[in-house]
């Protein structure tokens, strides 16, 4: 499978995106008092170097264009780090808060 797919074969991305959504709905439907968010971030590495493929330009809905983005001056500062208590992390790397599978395509896609 690719990354994204197409709507006749969906890729890994959509999947996986999908099943996690499925299963925070099963777990907040065996107890309502739960909270559960997500947050997304999607990152490539190429030629050694990282690119925040969700840094946004003012507002969260304006998705960078990835050509402009792999060369801007922050996507070559990016450095994976390893803390060791919460495991790997990207300082500097967008997160963006997704509330359905549909935002996080509108994002990704």
């Known amino acids: 499978h ?3 797919g197409d709507d006749a074969a969906p890729g890994v991305i ?3 995106v999908a099943d996690l959504f499925a299963e925070k709905t099963r777990r907040l439907e065996l107890d309502s008092r739960k909270q559960l968010r997500v947050w997304i971030s999607y990152l490539e590495i190429y030629n050694d170097h990282l690119y925040d493929l969700l840094e946004v330009d003012g507002e969260q809905d304006s998705f960078k264009q990835f050509l402009g983005s792999r060369g801007s001056e922050a996507a070559q ?3 994976i780090r390893d803390h060791p208590k919460f495991g790997v992390y990207v300082p500097g790397l967008s997160t963006v808060p997704c509330e359905s599978p549909q935002e996080v395509h509108r ?3």
């Open 2 to 4: 690719s990354l994204l």
């Open 14 to 16: 959509p999947r996986v």
């Open 77 to 79: 500062r990016l450095t």
């Open 107 to 109: 994002l990704v896609a």
